[in-house]
């Protein structure tokens, strides 16, 4: 399994930018594919972006295609997420996890970290 730790959250204003950073542990972070997910005040966790272990394959949510993008670094063993023209719907506590490598939008394991919060006034 994978533990991972968030940061790079914070109060932005519409339009800005954020990057987000997930830090993991475990020397086999490179063969899985990984992804970020968000749970904005009282809504279902949801998927944001994914990113398969070569870094080469991305798939990202509508909400967000264009806006956000992830990339890994294997030998840091960290997943970035790189967020532009923000929105006030995009506030949300942001979370990442390994992701099942035939639905990129499905988390893998059940346990998460403790998120980042990511807050975009208008």
Do not use: H
């Amino acid at each position: 399994q994978v533990q991972v730790v968030e940061s790079g959250g914070g109060l932005v204003q519409a339009g800005g930018s954020l990057r987000l950073s997930c830090a993991a542990s475990g020397r086999t972070f490179s063969n899985y594919a990984m992804g970020w997910f968000r749970r904005a005040p009282g809504k279902e966790r949801e998927f944001v972006a994914a990113i398969r272990w070569s870094g080469r394959t991305t798939s990202y949510a509508d909400s967000v295609k264009g806006r956000f993008t992830i990339s890994r670094d294997n030998a840091k063993n960290t997943v970035d997420l790189q967020m532009n023209s923000l929105k006030p719907e995009d506030t949300a506590v942001y979370y990442c996890n390994a992701v099942n490598t035939l639905q990129l939008s499905s988390p893998l394991f059940n346990s998460w970290g403790q998120g980042t919060q990511v807050t975009v006034s208008s």
